[in-house]
Nanobody, 126 residues
């Protein structure tokens, strides 16, 4: 059973930066495509970014493209989300997710990921 633990959330001013981490255990990390999702109060969970097993392919939501960067270190069993130029609308609980390879369209959908972390809160003050 793969286990995911997020860290790195906190309170930051608009325009600031944060780096989220997600440590994975219980299974072979390099077997999983990894993703980040977020959920703001009163809103549905939404896709943020995803990265392929080897790290060579990434996918971003339009709302974070150019500001956020997803990366992974397979030697450390960890996936990261570097968040720059943060805006108040980025305030949410951020979740890490692991899933099998995905081909074609729809790879940003939450149902394509089978394991989830408990989330870490990111609050951006304006």
């Amino acid at each position: 059973q793969v286990q995911l633990v997020e860290s790195g959330g906190g309170l930051v001013q608009a325009g600031g930066s944060l780096r989220l981490s997600c440590a994975v255990s219980g299974s072979t990390f390099s077997n999983y495509r990894m993703g980040w999702f977020r959920q703001a109060p009163g809103k549905e969970r939404e896709f943020v970014a995803a990265i392929s097993r080897g790290g060579g392919s990434t996918l971003y939501a339009d709302s974070v493209k150019g500001r956020f960067t997803i990366s992974r270190d397979n030697a450390k069993n960890t996936v990261y989300l570097q968040e720059n130029s943060l805006k108040s609308e980025d305030t949410a609980v951020y979740y890490c997710a692991a899933g099998p390879d995905c081909v074609g369209t729809g790879c940003y959908l939450a149902r394509t990921f089978g394991s989830w972390g408990q989330g870490t809160q990111v609050t951006v003050s304006s």
